[in-house]
Nanobody, 124 residues
Framework: QVQLVESGGGSVQAGGSLRLSCAAS????????LGWFRQAPGKEREGVAT???????TYADSVKGRFTISRDNAKNTLYLQMDSLKPDDTAMYYC??????????????????WGQGTQVTVSS
């Protein structure tokens, strides 16, 4: 059974930083595409960043240069370092994973496993 547990969310002022973690209870962690997504109240869920098995990454335009996705395969943990936070970054943040060996899909609805989310609130 796959379990993803996010942590590290909280409240911060604009310009501040947070580091989100996603602990995965899953086999073949290193062979999985992983991603971070977010959903603000009244808005659709959107992709934030993804990381492939080989470590290659993609970012939403809105977070490029401010957020960094990384993975520690030895610890089965996914991270999202968020710097220069803005009020528009306020949302529930979710991590997601694919089955092993599957590439990161463009459509977030195709991700196979999801965590419960961690809230990030950025005040101006």
């Amino acid at each position: 059974q796959v379990q993803l547990v996010e942590s590290g969310g909280g409240s911060v002022q604009a310009g501040g930083s947070l580091r989100l973690s996603c602990a995965a209870s899953v086999d073949n962690f290193s062979r999985r595409c992983l991603g971070w997504f977010r959903q603000a109240p009244g808005k659709e869920r959107e992709g934030v960043a993804t990381i492939q098995r080989d470590g290659s990454t993609t970012y939403a335009d809105s977070v490029k240069g401010r957020f960094t996705i990384s993975r520690d395969n030895a610890k089965n943990t996914l991270y999202l370092q968020m710097d220069s936070l803005k009020p528009d970054d306020t949302a529930m943040y979710y991590c997601a994973a694919m089955y092993p060996y599957m590439a990161c899909p463009r459509d977030y609805n195709r991700y196979n496993f999801w965590g419960q989310g961690t809230q990030v609130t950025v005040s101006s």
